[in-house]
Nanobody, 119 residues
Framework: QVQLVESGGGLVQAGGSLRLSCAAS????????MGWYRQAPGKQRELVAA???????NYADSVKGRFTISTDNAKNTVYLQMNSLKPEDTAVYYC?????????????WGQGTQVTVSS
């Protein structure tokens, strides 16, 4: 199994910045992709940013130019630097990964971290 633990959420004023972190642990044999999704009240969960192993990052149009995803492959950790935050960025942010353990390949989710942007 793979466990994802997120940190870095909180309350920030519009125009401010936050940095989310997510560390994956467990019997990870290979990490294929890591990313961030978010879910606002009454809305479906949506992709924010993701990166595959050796690939280029992929961003939602709404965050391009403001958010940056990065990884520390040695630590199986993914970060999301969020700048110029807007009230519409308010949501629960979830870390996600596709990883191979010794016994299976799976898709895993973190517990979520709240990001609230005040106007």
């Amino acid at each position: 199994q793979v466990q994802l633990v997120e940190s870095g959420g909180g309350l920030v004023q519009a125009g401010g910045s936050l940095r989310l972190s997510c560390a994956a642990s467990g019997s990870i044999f290979s990490m294929y992709a890591m990313g961030w999704y978010r879910q606002a009240p009454g809305k479906q969960r949506e992709l924010v940013a993701a990166v595959t192993s050796g690939g280029s990052p992929n961003y939602a149009d709404s965050v391009k130019g403001r958010f940056t995803i990065s990884t520390d492959n040695a630590k199986n950790t993914v970060y999301l630097q969020m700048n110029s935050l807007k009230p519409e960025d308010t949501a629960v942010y979830y870390c996600n990964c596709n990883a191979k353990t010794r016994t299976s390949f799976g898709n895993y989710w973190g517990q979520g971290t709240q990001v609230t942007v005040s106007s």
